[in-house]
């Protein structure tokens, strides 16, 4: 028998047993940090960095301008379509444009009056039957486009006008958009907006004008009174500022802010050589002052 050598392990000549295998700890799935949202992460920076801005200004333009009282302008259809025959053009053309879609597409529907209420920029419209709106949706394009022609860029918003009315009806068997009043309010203006060529401007006129809903209207004197105060960022688009005026606002300070800004944006805020020194807000405006708190 052969002995084994020294230092020569017993079991060297066997084979080793394998060890047994650990069980695969598995490691905690890191979470995704979600990134903040933009315009909440806004609204606290000014309350934190400006506070007691929004309520400044609010009241700063009431003195001014007074607090408008709500009341309610026309059907919505007739709002729709009149709001889209005031894009990039004067409120007292789309007027114009409107009665000629009267006159030419005549209804027997119940007589409406749109007074000339603080905000709008015309002289109102006569009271008068909305137009048939299945004339205005299947009439030729080419006698539409005549109709509202003086409105302005009537190529652009005859079939913008049309596509809107036949979604409409497609979606609810006729023209009608009084069932909007019985949604919330961002659940209207997403009903809305999903019409090709109605965004959140469009569609906040309507819904507060025609229902008081709190959205607030982001026109071109909304949008550059807040810019150059402050209570939209530098760098905000006008869809942000629809999103930031949510935040910002309680839902029965929205009707007063919208029409104060806009009737400050045409009074004295002015797109080009504003009357800074007339300003009721100017102590507190980034445009007078790039430091005022």
Request: glycine share 8%.
């Amino acid at each position: 028998m052969t002995e084994p050598q020294p230092g020569a392990s017993a079991t060297s000549g066997l084979e080793a047993s394998p060890r047994p295998l650990r069980a695969a700890t598995k490691r905690p799935a890191t979470k995704r940090r979600r990134k903040p949202d933009p315009i909440k992460a806004w609204v606290r920076r000014l309350e934190r960095t400006r506070p007691g801005l929004v309520p400044f200004v609010l009241d700063g333009l009431a003195g001014e301008y007074g607090h408008p009282v709500w009341e309610r302008r026309l059907d919505p259809t007739s709002e729709l379509v009149l709001t889209i025959l005031t894009q990039n053009t004067a409120d007292v053309n789309a007027e114009h444009a409107f009665e000629s879609l009267r006159a030419a597409y005549p209804s027997d529907a119940p007589i409406e009056f749109h007074r000339a209420t603080a905000g709008w920029g015309g002289a109102g419209l006569p009271e008068g039957r909305p137009p048939d709106w299945r004339a205005v949706e299947n009439a030729p394009l080419a006698e539409l486009i005549e109709a509202i022609r003086p409105g302005g860029l009537a190529v652009q918003k005859a079939p913008r006008i049309q596509a809107a009315l036949r979604r409409i009806r497609e979606e609810r068997g006729d023209h009608s958009l009084e069932f909007l009043g019985t949604m919330s309010a961002l659940e209207a203006r997403g009903w809305l907006t999903q019409i090709d060529g109605i965004g959140r401007k469009t569609a906040s006129v309507v819904l507060l004008f025609c229902f008081g809903l709190p959205l607030m209207p982001v026109d071109r004197h909304v949008e550059r009174v807040s810019r150059r105060v402050g209570l939209i960022g530098p760098k905000a688009t006008a869809d942000d500022a629809h999103e930031v005026f949510l935040g910002l606002l309680e839902p029965d300070q929205v009707y007063e802010a919208h029409v104060n800004l806009i009737t400050h944006g045409r009074q004295i805020c002015h797109a080009q050589r504003p009357e800074c020194f007339r300003c009721p807000i100017r102590t507190r405006c980034r445009y007078v002052d790039p430091k005022a708190p």
